[in-house]
């Protein structure tokens, strides 16, 4: 037990390792810094390590439906159309904190933890947002072959597309090509609008429970002020009829008589 935890300790700080030097790397690529060619051999390298990784966990895990839910954004991370996919590779790294406590350690597990697992998987964005992805990621690629075009303009003009921009630059211009695009207009602006009202009614939801736990906090301090308010009144009371009970009788006269 005490060399598989070793062992899953190493695991996991190679991953993360190699997760951040990927995002890093395509740092560098954006901004054109440093040798370029080295640098996109460096991020195919990275990639079809992530890729087998991928293979290799899909392959020895019991229950791959959760696997798949779970490692949605792994899946993301290994499309090869675009460094920018890479960038999805950091959520493993919030999993495996998850799984070492470490915001529970830190500090910051509760509320926002569990805010973050709802939005992610309880409202569903998880699945729509994969399937949007597919969708564009699909249509790209399809775009790509049909129409003569490099991977990168093929995903530009296909979240442009879905998004409904559609800034004309790249334009279909084969019948495969126009089947491609309405097939994209069609699913991808469905669900992108679906993945955008998901969030909104999250938001919204999110909003309407703090503000109606704010008025709940507040009719709560308010019975217990009237509480108190009560208590006080008791006391006060019982006490009148102590100091009536030791007033001497000659001294309740005297009181009556004084105008």
Request: with cysteine.
């Amino acid at each position: 037990m005490a060399k598989q935890s070793a062992g899953l300790i190493a695991y996991h700080v190679g991953v993360t390792t190699l997760t951040l030097g990927s995002v890093f790397n395509v740092c560098l690529i954006f901004l054109k810094v440093g040798n370029r060619s080295l640098e996109l051999g460096l991020a195919n390298g990275l990639l079809a390590i992530f890729a087998v990784d991928y293979l290799v966990r899909l392959l020895i895990t019991k229950n791959r439906k959760i696997f798949l839910i779970q490692s949605a954004f792994d899946l993301l991370g290994i499309i090869p159309l675009h460094p920018v996919f890479a960038f999805f590779r950091l959520a493993r790294l919030v999993r495996l904190m998850r799984f070492h406590h470490l915001f529970w350690r830190w500090g910051i597990a509760g509320k926002w933890t569990q805010a973050y697992h709802r939005f992610i998987y309880k409202t569903g964005f998880i699945y729509l947002f994969s399937i949007s992805v597919a969708i564009i990621v699909l249509s790209a690629f399809l775009f790509s072959l049909t129409e003569k075009q490099s991977l990168a303009n093929s995903l530009w003009w296909a979240i442009t597309t879905a998004t409904t921009v559609g800034y004309g630059d790249e334009t279909p211009h084969t019948a495969v090509g126009k089947i491609i695009a309405s097939f994209l207009m069609v699913g991808g602006v469905g669900f992108i609008g679906l993945l955008t009202s998901t969030i909104t009614d999250f938001v919204a939801s999110r909003t309407e429970q703090a503000t109606t736990t704010q008025e709940a906090q507040q009719l709560a301090d308010m019975a217990q002020l009237l509480a108190k308010i009560d208590t006080l009144t008791d006391k006060v009371d019982q006490l009148q009829t102590q100091v009536d009970r030791l007033t001497p009788k000659h001294a309740k006269r005297d009181n009556k008589k004084r105008p």
